[in-house]
């Protein structure tokens, strides 16, 4: 026998059982691996969401410096067809308001989309709309008010892709979102209508007042139960409340609210199914300051097992009625506000409801610790 014969009778191939092994070796890496990765890349995506918050604080803040005050959570829209009356009268009705976000595009190196919009218009409404123009631009996404942990937006908005909100302007501790109500307005720093709140209003500290905080962007799917779903209770107040009751802002209806909650946690699985009671739209669009459009609660810590809930009190409706549109996020054990100095916090799902409360008012002298975020 030859050399050459010797050495090619000394080659062989791997065997099945040797691939199947490595093989399993490789899955086993990739199964350790992966997780990591994820994490990895959630915490990316969670870094640009508080990124995105302090851009808006910092746009905030050179609003204040500019005007003299915050922005108003809602700015009354107009009739197309008449633009002297306000939609709903001498006071406006938050549908078709135009929201803070709006009025701080300019801050945000948005001036050439800000220029495009029409003020004196409304941002909803067939015959209130404005020109047709104005719906490339407020059906416009900007990635800066998207969390990039947020799943891909489904649906249209006025016959484009929904741009889409995930953080939302806060209304306080409170149910309310008339600042036309002196006696009980919203007791955070952004309301509909009424006067704009200014620093000096913040008695309790701009570092201790959320000014904008995150939620989960609807599913739009009846059909589907999730925790950014708004179930509508059709006017069942918390007890011993009513429209503009003193009630409806946290802590002095403390008790009610904990007993009302209760009553829209037992309708949140009877509404599936019907797109009269579950009506996932929360953050559709950034345009319309109105609650649960732009403006959001801070009643419950984020990610609350219990649902949001509007009091709409003539059937169907949109979300122009007292109610919580509470925060919620893809990030675990929490998620993210900016308070009025322009800070931004992680706040604990697991977070009590005094001190949680504390943070969202602006002016009933209550400071929280930092041990209690």
């Not at 014969?5 to 992966?34: H, K, M, P, Y």
């Not at 047709?132 to 900007?142: E, F, K, P, S």
């Not at 199914?273 to 109105?290: K, P």
């Amino acid at each position: 026998m030859s050399f050459h014969d010797l050495n090619q009778g000394s080659r062989r191939g791997f065997t099945l059982i040797e691939l199947l092994v490595v093989i399993a070796i490789i899955a086993v890496l990739i199964a350790l691996l992966l997780p990591a990765v994820q994490a990895a890349r959630e915490a990316a995506r969670r870094s640009q969401c508080v990124n995105n918050l302090k851009q808006l604080g910092l746009a905030l803040a050179n609003y204040e410096s500019t005007h003299g005050s915050y922005p108003m959570g809602g700015s009354p829209g107009r009739r197309r067809d008449n633009p002297a009356d306000l939609i709903g009268g001498i006071s406006g009705s938050p549908w078709g308001s135009w929201s803070a976000h709006s009025m701080m595009l300019p801050y945000l190196e948005q001036s050439a989309l800000y220029n495009t919009l029409n003020f004196m218009v409304a941002t909803q409404g067939p015959l209130e709309f404005g020109p047709i123009a104005l719906t490339t631009g407020i059906t416009t996404r900007i990635q800066s008010f998207i969390c990039p942990s947020t799943p891909e937006i489904v649906g249209t908005f006025y016959g484009r892709p929904r741009p889409g909100l995930s953080y939302f302007s806060s209304m306080g501790a409170s149910m309310l979102f008339d600042g036309n109500l002196t006696a009980s307005r919203p007791n955070g720093l952004f309301n509909h209508g009424g006067q704009p709140v200014t620093v000096a209003g913040v008695t309790d500290g701009t570092s201790n007042t959320i000014a904008f905080a995150e939620w989960r962007i609807g599913d739009f799917n009846p059909n589907r139960l999730s925790i950014q779903d708004v179930i509508n209770i059709q006017g069942t107040f918390p007890p011993g409340a009513s429209w503009g009751s003193p009630l409806l802002n946290m802590p002095a209806g403390g008790q009610p609210f904990q007993q009302w909650i209760q009553i829209c946690a037992a309708q949140y699985q009877p509404s599936l199914g019907n797109g009269n009671l579950n009506r996932s739209w929360i953050g559709e669009q950034w345009a319309t300051g109105m609650p649960g459009r732009t403006m959001g609660t801070i009643l419950l810590p984020p990610n609350s097992p219990f649902p949001n809930c509007n009091i709409n009190t003539w059937g169907q409706g949109d979300w122009d009625t007292p109610g919580m549109w509470n925060m919620s996020s893809y990030h675990a054990g929490g998620g993210n506000a900016c308070f009025a100095d322009g800070s931004v916090r992680f706040i604990k799902t697991s977070m009590a409801l005094l001190p949680f409360w504390a943070l969202g008012t602006r002016d009933q002298g209550d400071v929280v610790d930092a041990s209690a975020l």
